[in-house]
């Protein structure tokens, strides 16, 4: 064997054995981690039965119009997320925080997430509440939920309220994702490492440092769990099962949307072809990134209140 070529082969199994102790001790460090995290996570809100699961909602403040949020794929922690929203919101309006089974702190669920069946759960929660009249206001691919939503229990909501939320034949949304590399790459402890690397983009952003450490728990807890990577897996086709549909003529529709989107130049075009498409709809372009509810919450609960007393939905 020439030597170059014995290099070449040592230098390839140092580099191996160099990624095989990483590898393992990445592995062993997030295993550790999972499970020390569990006793740090702090309880909220209540809980309540849904499927034969628990499932985790938080309502805070009063008044006479409910308003029940639902959170974009993936949040790690509807309730805290939301948390600059439901400030604004709840000085004059009962805020209904839904944490969908795979987030927040509730259950995870092997029923397939399916938009028919994450609108069951949901709707499941708020009957366990006795909330039976309310406005439904959502973030990103809630908006695609929901449609569905909204057909279906058109009889209890009011309006529906969309943040910079998903859109029906909107471009790219037919990606397959690699789930099973997903979940060994979590496994592997990798996910952990690069959150911690690269932070949890929420500085200067209205969260304490006690939020901003349980939000960032209940990431490592929930993402790419088996839940999760369903509905990631569901995305392609809840899309496509989405085309031509519509929220019903009749429901007065207010939709707050990122103002310039480089990514996609029609982004205010959809909505506002989605908003046509009922009796009532308004488009409210705001400046921003697709997480609004950051850092325009007091824009968001403003154009809200204005919109409602326009259409006197502030009276149950």
């Not at 949901?122 to 959502?138: E, P, W």
């Not at 569905?148 to 943040?163: L, M, P, Q, S």
């Not at 997903?182 to 490492?193: F, Q």
């Amino acid at each position: 064997m020439r030597k170059s070529l014995r290099r070449a082969l040592i230098v390839v199994g140092a580099i191996g054995t160099v990624l095989a102790v990483g590898l393992t001790t990445t592995t062993v460090v997030n295993a550790v981690s999972t499970e020390t995290e569990k006793s740090r996570i702090a309880t909220y809100g209540q809980t309540v039965t849904v499927d034969g699961r628990s499932m985790n909602v938080v309502i805070t403040g009063e008044g006479d119009q409910d308003v029940v949020l639902l959170p974009g794929f993936g949040t790690a922690s509807p309730a805290l997320d939301f948390g600059p929203l439901v400030a604004e919101l709840a000085q004059d309006h009962r805020v209904i925080v839904v944490e969908p089974f795979g987030y927040g702190l509730s259950d995870g669920t092997d029923r397939a997430r399916t938009t028919d069946n994450i609108v069951d759960e949901i709707h499941g929660a708020l009957q366990a509440l006795d909330v039976d009249s309310y406005v439904l206001m959502g973030h990103s691919i809630a908006g695609l939920y929901a449609i569905e939503y909204t057909n279906r229990y058109a009889d209890e909501v009011k309006a529906f309220v969309g943040i910079d939320t998903s859109v029906p034949g909107q471009p790219n949304m037919d990606t397959v994702f690699p789930t099973g590399l997903l979940a060994a790459v979590k496994n592997l402890g990798l996910i952990r490492l690069v959150a911690g690397a690269t932070g949890d983009g929420l500085d200067g952003l209205e969260y304490d440092d006690e939020t901003r450490e349980q939000m960032s728990l209940l990431s490592n807890r929930n993402s790419l769990t088996s839940t999760y990577l369903d509905e990631m897996t569901h995305i392609r086709t809840n899309f496509a099962d989405a085309v031509d549909t519509a929220f019903p003529a009749g429901l007065p529709l207010l939709l707050f949307v990122v103002a310039d989107n480089a990514g996609n130049p029609d982004w205010i075009a959809l909505h506002e072809r989605q908003a046509a498409e009922v009796d009532d709809g308004t488009v409210m372009p705001l400046d921003g990134e697709h997480y609004l509810h950051h850092t325009r919450s007091p824009a968001i609960a403003d154009g809200l209140r204005r919109w409602e007393a326009d259409r006197l939905l502030g009276a149950s």
